[in-house]
């Protein structure tokens, strides 16, 4: 069976989206990337519904098996994780109304996967999704990269044809770093 993740690299400029499909061979294939983007004059209402919009579109189009969303640990300018966070929570809403599992993965999980080093800068991701994919030209920008590298690293933990959600109950082969995730999660709602 063939794995289709649907890849979103968050955000209220540039919100990068890519689809692969992954073979159980871990062969991954390219289907479609883009971004979407919304102006900082715009309204945030606005802006919400222009990734709203966008993400329903792609994912009626696409009919991804699950959808992998980059999560932010910790950023030290709030506006811009305040941003992040609002455009994944409706990139996470419309896969719900679905029924889409979703998958979360910090940057460093995405870097370590594609690359082999957590802490590769954004030239060294986008040249190893270009060779992964065999494409002939590296996909621009470099959300629409971090988005393939989202849905190629999501195929590859889930393993072969598994189409899982990495965080929530019944979750399967968490990392270290999403047990501690969930695990600070977990506490925080004890701690309400």
Not at 143 to 158: E, F, K, V
């Amino acid at each position: 069976m063939t794995l289709r993740v649907l890849g979103v690299d968050p955000g209220l400029t540039r919100c990068g989206i890519g689809v692969v499909d992954v073979e159980k061979n871990r062969r991954a294939t390219m289907v479609a990337y883009g971004v979407v983007g919304t102006s900082p004059e715009e309204s945030l209402d606005q802006r919400l519904l222009v990734i709203a919009t966008s993400i329903d579109d792609w994912l009626d189009r696409y009919e991804p098996h699950v959808l992998a969303v980059e999560r932010v640990f910790s950023q030290l300018n709030v506006s811009t994780v305040m941003g992040v966070a609002q455009a994944s929570g409706v990139v996470i809403a419309a896969a719900a109304r679905r029924g889409i599992p979703v998958a979360l993965h910090t940057p460093s999980e995405v870097k370590a996967a594609v690359t082999g080093s957590g802490t590769s800068n954004k030239d060294a991701v986008t040249k190893l999704v270009t060779k992964i994919l065999r494409l002939d030209t590296p996909p621009r920008p470099a959300d629409a990269a971090d988005a393939l590298a989202l849905a190629i690293t999501h195929a590859w933990r889930a393993g072969s044809g598994a189409a899982v959600a990495t965080t929530g109950p019944g979750s399967q082969s968490l990392t270290p770093a999403q047990r501690a995730w969930a695990d600070a999660e977990a506490k925080a709602r004890r701690a309400r």
